[in-house]
């Protein structure tokens, strides 16, 4: 690991400053991990973020990288993707950065089915701005601004990215560190829209307000609830109950966005119309 980190990390930049038993920093380990799988060189990566608790991880890699505005990473990264189509983009995002602020932006692209890996850290709640429930906050879940629990129904952001047309979508958990480091290379690895649900403890606010214990009981609860998506498949409706399927999801082919555009550029300088 300390390998790792001297080659992908910028000097100087850790520690991190993430809360203590936060998944967050899991979850970048997985995305240089991933990159490092591929033998991808550092000037071939981009990493684009947002705004959030997640959005860090950006600041702290030695790739590409924009550290953009709240729910704006999905069309920054676009434009480096149309601008250097051989750039593998990866997108790192929050549950509220990507679904709420960014929701517009989120669905088009997938509709699009550029090729961007979407690595969306899902902590259940606005982590760094106060507490907030988000998009994905499992209903009559506690937040600041739902101190008598949430009545909203959330999304599952995996069948939010599958109805909109990204044609790949997976799952994993920081407690299942080998299976996100596989799904987020996978998704590197295709061409088209990826998107990968990492799900990520945050025990300082949405663990606190939901009396879910530490980090540790936390970390339980993902290994509890995380079942590989064949298991799944086969369980009862009672089975499945309080229980969510990880793994590779979806996978489909569709003409991937810039590659299309470019096909546009060179009709024109032929002189079609």
Request: glycine share 10%.
């Amino acid at each position: 690991m300390e390998q790792i980190i001297d080659k992908y990390f910028r000097p100087g930049r850790l520690p991190h400053i993430w809360c203590p038993g936060c998944g967050n920093g899991i979850i970048t380990g997985a995305i240089v991990k991933a990159v490092d799988k591929l033998a991808l060189e550092k000037n071939d990566v981009a990493v684009v973020s947002g705004i959030g608790c997640s959005s860090r991880a950006s600041g702290y890699l030695d790739f590409n990288t924009v550290h953009s505005a709240h729910g704006r990473a999905l069309p920054v990264a676009t434009g480096v993707k149309l601008g250097q189509p051989r750039l593998k983009v990866i997108v790192v995002t929050g549950d509220g950065d990507a679904t709420a602020i960014g929701g517009n932006h989120f669905i088009h692209a997938a509709r699009r089915n550029i090729d961007l890996t979407v690595v969306l850290f899902n902590n259940n709640i606005y982590g760094m701005t106060g507490g907030q429930y988000s998009p994905l906050t499992p209903a009559n879940s506690k937040a600041t601004t739902a101190p008598y629990g949430t009545v909203d129904r959330p999304f599952d952001v995996t069948e939010l990215a599958k109805g909109a047309g990204a044609t790949f979508v997976a799952r994993s958990t920081t407690f299942h560190t080998q299976l996100l480091v596989d799904v987020i290379a996978q998704g590197i690895q295709h061409e088209g829209f990826s998107l990968i649900e990492a799900i990520t403890a945050c025990p300082i606010s949405f663990g606190r307000q939901n009396k879910m214990g530490g980090a540790p009981d936390m970390m339980k609860w993902q290994k509890d609830r995380g079942v590989m998506l064949a298991a799944y498949e086969k369980m009862t409706d009672e089975q499945k109950e309080g229980k969510f399927p990880i793994g590779v999801l979806y996978k489909t082919e569709a003409p991937e966005y810039s590659a299309e555009y470019d096909k546009v550029i060179a009709r024109v300088q032929k002189g079609a119309k």
